[in-house]
């Protein structure tokens, strides 16, 4: 296994996220995605510090958007799934399969 690809549990439904918001994701989009598919009430300083870590791991690029006058002239910051970050999602959701493999009977109990 390469630990260099793990992710966490939040991780994982952060780049999901993106993955559904598409390339020009965003935190408010990126939070609704989250809070309508998994019912978790979720701030966006805690989707901005993930996004971040996952910036520095080169899983996610970001870049500015023009200022808007609906943000009083400040920019959107857009995120996108990177190449690496796509392999980082598919390694961890393989490896969470195989965990779940053969224990359908004990997850319904």
Same mark, same amino acid.
């Given at each position: 296994?390469?630990?260099?690809?793990?992710?966490? !549990?939040?991780?994982?439904?952060?780049?999901? =996220?993106?993955?559904?918001? #598409?390339?020009?994701?965003?935190?408010? +989009?990126?939070?609704?995605?989250?809070?309508?598919? &998994? #019912?978790?009430?979720? &701030?966006?300083? =805690?989707?901005? @510090?993930?996004?971040?870590?996952?910036?520095?791991?080169?899983?996610?690029?970001?870049?500015?958007?023009? +200022? &808007?006058?609906?943000?009083? #002239?400040?920019? %959107? @910051?857009?995120?996108?799934? !990177?190449?690496? #970050?796509?392999?980082?999602?598919?390694?961890?959701?393989?490896?969470? @399969?195989?965990?779940?493999?053969?224990? !359908? %009977?004990?997850? @319904?109990?």
């Amino acid at each position: 296994m390469n630990h260099d690809l793990y992710l966490g !549990e939040f991780e994982q439904i952060v780049l999901l =996220a993106l993955l559904r918001v #598409g390339p020009d994701a965003y935190g408010v +989009p990126v939070r609704q995605e989250i809070e309508r598919r &998994t #019912g978790r009430d979720i &701030t966006l300083g =805690a989707i901005y @510090k993930t996004l971040r870590r996952m910036e520095e791991k080169g899983y996610v690029a970001s870049r500015e958007g023009e +200022p &808007t006058a609906e943000r009083g #002239g400040r920019r %959107k @910051k857009f995120y996108r799934l !990177e190449p690496l #970050g796509l392999r980082a999602l598919n390694h961890s959701l393989a490896a969470l @399969k195989q965990m779940t493999r053969g224990l !359908e %009977k004990e997850l @319904k109990a």
